[in-house]
T-cell receptor
Framework: AQKVTQAQTEISVVEKEDVTLDCVYE???????LFWYKQPPSGELVFLIR??????QNEISGRYSWNFQKSTSSFNFTITASQVVDSAVYFC???????????????FGQGTTLQVKP | DAGVTQSPTHLIKTRGQQVTLRCSPI?????VSWYQQVLGQGPQFIFQ???????GRGNFPDRFSARQFPNYSSELNVNALLLGDSALYLC?????????????FGDGTRLSIL
C-alpha cells in the first residue's frame, strides 16, 4: 500500500539553525512523484517542490534543499539558517495513480510542525 | 491571477444537517480535487473531477458527493452530518489530471459540527 511517514511530529529550533525534516514513503509503483507542501496557520497548503522517481538529483532553492534517495525511499527537506517565518506545518506527499485513468491523488504524511524561535 | 478560492471560510452546522462547500479553481485549471483535513492530521483525498467528470474517489461514505460545472468550479456536498465530519475541507486545482501535476490549494472551509 502507498504510505508516507513523517516520524517527526514537532521540531523546535532557534533562528539561524539548520533543520532537516524527514520523509519516508512506500509505493509499488515504478513511476511516482513526491511533493513537499507548507501549511502556515492560515490553512492554505503552499506547494514547495515536486520530484519524479527517475530524478535523484538533489535540489536547492535559496535556503531550501531536498535530498531524494530512492535506495532508502526517503525525500528529506532541509532549511538552512531558519527564520521565524519558516514556522509552519510541513507535509510530504506521494502522488498515486488511480488505475488507468492517470488521475493522481496525493497521499500525505502526518506533517511536521516546525517552530522557529527568535 | 487569483488563486483557488473557497467559500464559505467557516461554517457551523448541527448533526444531521446538510452542507455545500464551493470552490473556484485557478483560471485555466480544469482539474479540481477535494481533501478533508482533520485537526492534527494530513489531508485525506475525497474526490477528483476533471472536465466535469468524476475521475477518482477516496474512501469516504456515500454521504459525500461532488460535482464540477462547465466553468470548472466545483461543489462538495455532505449529507447527514456527523460530529466526525468536523474538519478543514481543502480544494485543490491543477491544469490537467495526472500524477505529475502539482496541486494548488485554497485556504479551505473550516466546518464545525455541533
Amino acid at each position: 500500500a502507498q504510505k508516507v511517514t513523517q516520524a517527526q511530529t514537532e521540531i523546535s529550533v532557534v533562528e539561524k539553525e539548520d533543520v532537516t525534516l524527514d520523509c519516508v514513503y512506500e509505493t509499488r509503483d515504478t513511476t511516482y512523484y513526491l511533493f513537499w507542501y507548507k501549511q502556515p496557520p492560515s490553512g492554505e497548503l503552499v506547494f514547495l517542490i515536486r520530484r519524479n522517481s527517475f530524478d535523484e538529483q538533489n535540489e536547492i532553492s535559496g535556503r531550501y534543499s531536498w535530498n531524494f534517495q530512492k535506495s532508502t525511499s526517503s525525500f528529506n527537506f532541509t532549511i538552512t539558517a531558519s527564520q521565524v517565518v519558516d514556522s509552519a506545518v510541513y507535509f510530504c506527499a506521494l502522488s498515486e495513480s488511480l488505475g488507468s485513468s492517470n488521475t493522481g491523488k496525493l497521499i500525505f504524511g502526518q506533517g511536521t510542525t516546525l517552530q522557529v524561535k527568535p | 491571477d487569483a488563486g483557488v478560492t473557497q467559500s464559505p471560510t467557516h461554517l457551523i452546522k448541527t448533526r444531521g444537517q446538510q452542507v455545500t462547500l464551493r470552490c473556484s479553481p485557478i483560471s485555466g485549471h480544469k482539474s479540481v480535487s477535494w481533501y478533508q483535513q482533520v485537526l492534527g492530521q494530513g489531508p485525506q483525498f475525497i474526490f477528483q473531477y476533471y472536465e466535469k467528470e468524476e475521475r477518482g474517489r477516496g474512501n469516504f461514505p456515500d454521504r459525500f458527493s461532488a460535482r464540477q460545472f462547465p466553468n470548472y468550479s466545483s461543489e462538495l456536498n455532505v449529507n447527514a452530518l456527523l460530529l466526525g465530519d468536523s474538519a478543514l475541507y481543502l480544494c485543490a486545482s491543477s491544469p490537467y489530471r495526472g500524477v505529475n501535476q502539482p496541486q494548488h490549494f485554497g485556504d479551505g472551509t473550516r466546518l464545525s459540527i455541533l
